[in-house]
C-alpha cells in the first residue's frame, strides 16, 4: 500500500470530521431543562402531565373562550381563583420567563411570539 | 311495424315544441303569482319600516349617548377621557399623525359629522370638542370585510379585535367610514436609551397587552371591565358629569335608551346604513 501514512491520517480526519456532531453533543447536550416554579403552590389548572405536553392549547382554548365567546368565569384550584390569562393567571405562579418558559423553550428550539404583545411580569434578582 | 314514417316526425315535432314551451311557460307562471303575492306585504312594511328607521334590534347592543354641551361646559373633560383611555389600554403616543394610533379622540364637528349642512352653520358648533371612537355598529362592515374574523361582534354588540388573528389585511381599514381603526405601523415598545419605553410616557398597565407591528387596533368598548361589572375607562373618567351615558340600547328600561327617547340625538355618516351605537347631543 503505498501512502499509508497519509491514507490513515486522512481517513483518521475525515471519521472525526463526520461524527463531529454526535460526539461535539455528548459533551454539550447535558443541559436538561429545569423549569423553575417561583410559588408555594401545589397545583396547577390542570394535572402535570396535560400542561407539559398539551399547555398551548388550553392557552389558545382560552383566549377563545375570554376574548371570542366573553366567558371570563375563573378557573378554580384549591380554593384559590385565577384568570384564564396569561399575563393575570399563569404568571402569577410561573413569575418567570427565564427560569420557567424558556427552560423547555430553549431546550425544544422554538420561538412562540407571546412577549411581541404581552408584557412579562419583571424578572427578579 | 305500425308508425309510419311521417306519422312519427309528427310526434317528435309535437313532443320537442311542448318539451321548449312548457318551461318558459312554467316560469312566467310562477314569476306572475310572486309577483302579485308580493306586492301588498311590501307596501304594508314600507310603512312600518319609516317609523322604525332600521332593522327591528334584538339582543344587547351596547351604546354610548355623548353630551357635547357637557363636554363644551367642562374644559379638558374630553382630554380626560382620551387619557384613561390611553394608559388603560398601553396606546402609544408617537407624537406623529402618520403613525398615530387612536381609540379615542376629538376632531372638530365639520369633519366629524360631514354629512350634516356645513352650508352657514352656527358659530357654537365649531367650538365643539366632538369626542369620537368606534361606533360599535350594529352592522359593522369591518366585521364583513375581516378575512380572518379577527374583527367580530360579540354577544353584547362590541365589535371585537382577536391581535392574535390579525394578519394586517387593513381590509378593515378600508371599510370603516369613522376612521376608528389604527394600524400599528412600528413596534410600540422601543425602547430609549435608559431602558424606559419611548412611546409610554404615563407608564404602562402591565394587565393589558401591548401590540406588535402588523396588526389593527381600535376600541373595545372596555370588553374586560365590562365583565366586571365597571363602565368603560372613558365614561368612568366623566364621573357624574353625565358626559357620556353608556348602556345597553336595547333594553327599553336603560338610561341610554330613555335619553334616546326624550332627546335629539345624531349619529355619525347614518346614510352608510352601518347603524352606529354612538349617539351625540349636540
Known amino acids: 500500500m503505498y501512502d499509508k501514512g497519509k491514507v490513515i491520517t486522512g481517513l483518521v480526519i475525515f471519521v472525526l470530521i463526520v461524527t463531529f456532531p454526535v460526539w461535539y453533543n455528548v459533551r454539550g ?95 427578579t434578582e | 311495424m305500425d308508425v309510419k314514417r311521417r306519422k312519427f316526425l309528427k310526434i317528435a315535432g309535437l313532443s320537442a315544441v311542448a318539451g321548449l314551451a312548457a318551461p318558459s311557460a312554467f316560469n312566467s307562471l310562477l314569476k306572475g303569482g310572486e309577483a302579485a303575492a308580493s306586492e301588498e306585504p311590501h307596501r304594508g312594511g314600507s310603512a312600518e319600516s319609516e317609523g322604525e328607521g332600521s332593522s327591528k334590534a334584538k339582543g344587547i347592543q351596547y351604546g354610548m349617548v355623548i353630551d357635547l354641551q357637557v363636554l363644551a361646559n367642562n374644559k379638558g373633560l374630553a382630554a380626560k377621557c382620551s387619557h384613561a383611555c390611553n394608559v388603560d389600554h ?81 381590509f378593515c381599514m378600508a371599510a370603516c367610514p369613522y376612521g376608528a381603526r389604527s394600524f400599528n405601523w412600528r413596534r410600540p415598545r422601543e425602547k430609549d436609551a435608559n431602558g424606559n419605553y419611548k412611546f409610554f410616557p404615563d407608564g404602562v398597565n402591565m394587565k393589558f397587552p401591548m401590540r406588535m407591528r402588523g396588526v389593527v387596533e381600535k376600541c373595545n368598548f372596555c370588553a374586560k371591565r365590562l365583565s366586571e361589572g365597571k363602565l368603560p375607562s372613558c365614561v368612568a373618567a366623566c364621573g357624574d358629569t353625565k358626559a357620556i351615558v353608556f348602556g345597553d340600547i336595547n333594553d327599553p328600561n336603560s338610561e341610554i335608551a330613555r335619553i334616546l327617547e326624550a332627546r335629539y340625538t345624531i349619529q355619525r355618516k347614518p346614510a352608510a346604513g352601518t347603524e352606529p351605537s354612538v349617539f351625540y347631543i349636540i
Not at chain 1, 40 to 61: G, Q, S
Not at chain 2, 120 to 128: A, H, I, P, S, T
Not at chain 2, 131 to 152: D, Q
Request: charged share 30%.
Open chain 1, 29 to 123: 447536550a447535558q443541559h436538561i431543562p429545569n423549569p423553575k416554579i417561583l410559588t408555594k403552590v401545589k397545583h396547577c389548572v390542570k394535572p402535570l402531565d396535560y400542561m407539559r405536553a398539551d399547555h398551548m392549547k388550553l392557552l389558545i382554548d382560552w383566549r377563545y373562550e375570554v376574548v371570542r365567546e366573553g366567558d371570563r368565569a375563573k378557573v378554580t384550584v384549591d380554593g384559590v381563583q385565577y384568570e384564564r390569562s396569561l399575563v393575570n393567571g399563569c404568571m402569577k405562579c410561573h413569575v418567570s420567563e427565564k427560569k420557567f418558559c424558556d427552560q423547555c423553550h430553549e431546550y425544544v428550539d422554538v420561538n412562540p411570539y407571546c412577549w411581541d404583545c404581552h408584557i412579562k411580569p419583571k424578572e
Open chain 2, 90 to 170: 398601553n396606546i402609544p403616543q408617537y407624537g406623529n399623525p402618520k403613525d398615530e394610533i387612536k381609540w379615542i379622540w376629538t376632531d372638530d364637528y365639520e369633519h366629524s359629522f360631514p354629512e350634516h349642512s356645513q352650508y352657514k352653520r352656527n358659530e357654537e358648533l365649531d367650538k365643539l370638542p366632538v369626542l369620537l371612537l368606534c361606533n360599535h355598529c350594529a352592522n359593522p362592515p369591518c366585521v364583513r370585510a375581516c378575512p380572518t374574523k379577527a374583527t367580530f361582534k360579540n354577544d353584547k354588540g362590541v365589535v371585537m379585535m382577536d391581535y392574535h388573528r390579525c394578519i394586517g389585511c387593513r
